[in-house]
């Protein structure tokens, strides 16, 4: 059973910094793309930043030079730095995977976890 955990999420002052990690743990062939999504109360999900089995990143305008996308393979671990924030950071924050489970199937269902809570206060 393949499981996502996040841990990190807290209380902070606008203008602080946090870091979120979140760790694959289970049964599995590789890791294919790992994200971080966000969901402020009455928003729909949104896309933070993605990062690729190579190092590739891709992040919403909204963060961009601000958070920091980051990886250890070895660990099958996805890292958040989280600089600068602001009260509309304020959200869930959700890990995301494309998990592969056996290396004969290309097909690599996505993975959630189960939310960390950042909140920053103004």
């Known amino acids: 059973q393949v499981q996502l955990v996040e841990s990190g999420g807290d209380l902070v002052q606008a203008g602080g910094s946090l870091k979120l990690s979140c760790a694959a743990s289970?049964?599995?062939?590789?890791?294919?793309?790992m994200a971080w999504y966000r969901q402020a109360p009455g928003k729909p999900r949104e896309l933070v930043a993605v990062?690729?089995?190579?190092?590739?990143?891709k992040y919403a305008d909204s963060v961009k030079g601000r958070f920091t996308i980051s990886r250890d393979n070895a660990k099958n671990s996805v890292y958040l730095q989280m600089n600068s924030l602001k009260s509309e950071d304020t959200a869930v924050y959700y890990c995301y995977a494309q998990i592969r489970l056996y290396a004969f199937i290309t097909y690599s269902p996505p993975y959630w976890g189960q939310g960390t809570q950042v909140t920053v206060s103004s």
């Open positions: 289970g049964t599995f062939s590789s890791i294919n793309d």
């Open positions: 990062i690729t089995s190579g190092g590739s990143t």
